[in-house]
């Protein structure tokens, strides 16, 4: 067998492999993605729009970034009294061939304490790490206090 013939077949094997083996990161596909800074150390809120277009659900187990020094899925909820409150979500599931939008009244990124200064206009990447340890990573437009939501 030649080397280029080797080679071919290493290479069919590779890439049958990467099929079988395909992660939940390369089903989903990130729009939108932009976070809203506030003055001082306050936290900044992060939000995108993740798609699924597997047959089966991905589910979200972590973020992080080198731009903060925590970073956290939070859900804003509202009780009875209107008061509004934000809680925790340790893992954030896109179901099958559906649309999960992180968005100001609903799901958003906790980014605390920025590692470097920020401004408008910057870009920081955000890993989402699946719960198969599939990674996607995001870049996310730095946008100022008063940004609205455009999607
Ligand atoms: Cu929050």
Known sequence: MTRRALFALLLIGVLSAGNTLAAQADH????????RLLPGD??????V???????????????HTNAYASA?????TQDADGVSHMTMV????????????LS?????????????P???GDSINIALSFADGSQLL??????PANAVDTN
């Open 28 to 35: 989903v596909t990130a729009a939108h993605a932009w976070i």
């Open 42 to 47: 306050l936290p900044a809120a992060g939000y």
């Open 49 to 63: 729009t993740l798609q699924n277009n597997d047959a089966t659900a991905a589910t979200i187990a972590a973020v």
């Open 72 to 76: 956290m899925i939070h859900q804003s």
């Open 90 to 101: 340790d893992h954030l599931a896109i179901p099958a061939h559906a649309v999960v939008s």
């Open 104 to 116: 100001p009244s609903g799901y958003h990124l906790m980014l605390e304490h920025a590692t470097h």
């Open 118 to 120: 920020l401004k408008p």
């Open 138 to 143: 995001v870049p996310f437009l730095v946008r």
